[in-house]
Nanobody, 117 residues
Framework: QVQLVESGGGLVQDGGSLRLSCAAS????????MGWFRQGGKKERELVAS????????YYAQAVEGRFAISRDNARSRVYLNMDNLEPEDTGVYFC??????????WGQGTQVAVSS
């Protein structure tokens, strides 16, 4: 059974930093590109960053380019998201999953990020 446990969220001020962690199990982690998604307010869940299986190639949504950094540890089946220069628009619930995950797939509970202005 796929399990995804996100942690590291919290309340920070505009310009602050957070590091999110995700522990994955129940599937061959090293065989999948992984991503971080966020859902804020009335917006649909969107992919903000992804990383390929070897960690050598990354993708970032334009809104977070230059501020967020995704990384992974295949030996520990973990994926991370370093977030710097946070903005109020980054507020939302952050989820990790396979990069191609769909709404109907298994998801974790996510971790809440709140950025105050």
């Amino acid at each position: 059974q796929v399990q995804l446990v996100e942690s590291g969220g919290g309340l920070v001020q505009d310009g602050g930093s957070l590091r999110l962690s995700c522990a994955a199990s129940g599937f061959p982690f090293a065989d999948y590109s992984m991503g971080w998604f966020r859902q804020g307010g009335k917006k649909e869940r969107e992919l903000v960053a992804s990383i390929n299986v070897s960690g050598t190639s990354t993708y970032y949504a334009q809104a977070v380019e230059g501020r967020f950094a995704i990384s992974r540890d295949n030996a520990r089946s973990r994926v991370y998201l370093n977030m710097d220069n946070l903005e109020p628009e980054d507020t939302g619930v952050y989820f990790c999953n396979k990069a191609g995950a769909k709404f109907e797939d298994d998801w974790g509970q996510g971790t809440q990020v709140a950025v105050s202005s």
